[in-house]
């Protein structure tokens, strides 16, 4: 199994960058760590860090055939890139979302992702953590769900066809 890991932009700062948020970790430390559990999982890791998002769109689509999954802080593009969010749904792989802090106890403008919906999940709020689990669903998830193939998407519309309707009170009947 190969993994695709995506750092995205600020976090060559981690360790020096607000430590009360993103922790004492430096991305050296994150990537060493990752190198290790990758060994003992048998997976082969290639890990990008990147400030910008056409390098990030352009990486997800050069080396979406020689990867099985994607691992991705999207950082800062979290809440702004459609070009990112587009290019890890075109390339079909499967990914996971990690955010080393919990974005959705930050500012407003932080509590929405616009990649997290073509992501099979995401985890934040751990610290250096999220990266660990993250790596761990994609593992855990390729032996249960063979990677690739994408389960179905409810949508709005079927979901609210499929919800119960309320009976109305005056038409509930009692039972004696
Ligand atoms: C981040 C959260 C983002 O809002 C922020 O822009 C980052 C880091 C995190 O890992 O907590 O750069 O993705």
Known sequence: MKILVIHGPNLQLLGKRQPAIYGTSDLETINRELKRLASTHGVILTIAQSNHEGEIVSLIGKTKDQCDALLINPAAYTHTSVAIRDAIEASGLPAVEVHLSNMYAREPFR??????????????????????????????????????TTPPQRSRESARSRRPTRRKSSARRRTR
């Not at 929405?112 to 669903?137: D, K, M, N, T």
């Not at 994609?138 to 063979?146: E, N």
């Open 111 to 148: 509590q929405h992702s616009l990649i997290a919906p073509v992501c099979r999940g995401q985890i934040c709020g751990f610290g250096a953590l999220s990266y660990r689990l993250g790596f761990e669903a994609l593992v855990a998830l390729s032996t249960t769900t063979p990677l690739g």
